[in-house]
């Protein structure tokens, strides 16, 4: 078998897995409706409320003292104010842009990724929870 034959057969494969994935994800939202809506809504909103909050929760990581210092070698808790605030975002978004990191916007898309990711997990837990004691004749 040549590598073109080999390459072939994987992309096939991979191909195949998805629209599996896709069906079966289209299975579940017909079968759950309800369900679905509720957890796009409880991800949406946490995504929605990290984005706003995005400061004051990087403000309050970074006062824990858990982000280290800025690049000019400031203790980020020491910081008061609007400047723990962006020293804050910077250092999640990887340092500031002058020290090659992300700086404050990937701070902030840190934080809403997370807010995101967070609320997505809960709602898909307490919905398979609920799903569980439905079937158990709970209510």
Do not use: Q, W
């Amino acid at each position: 078998m040549n590598f073109l034959t080999s390459f072939y057969n994987f992309i096939d494969d991979a191909a195949d897995t998805v629209s599996a994935v896709a069906r079966a994800t289209v299975d579940t939202v017909k079968e759950h409706p309800g369900k679905i809506a509720l957890v796009c809504v409880a991800t949406f909103a946490t995504g929605g409320a990290a984005a706003a909050f995005a400061g004051p929760i990087a403000a309050t990581i970074g006062g824990t003292g858990l982000l280290g210092a800025t690049a000019s070698g400031t203790s980020i808790s020491t910081l008061a104010g609007a400047a723990l605030t962006k020293a804050s975002l910077a250092a999640i978004g990887g340092g500031s842009l002058a020290a090659g990191g992300g700086g404050m916007a990937a701070g902030v898309t840190a934080v809403t990724v997370a807010g995101t990711t967070v609320g997505a997990t809960a709602s898909t837990g307490a919905a398979v929870v609920a799903a569980k004691m439905k079937r158990k004749g709970g209510n």
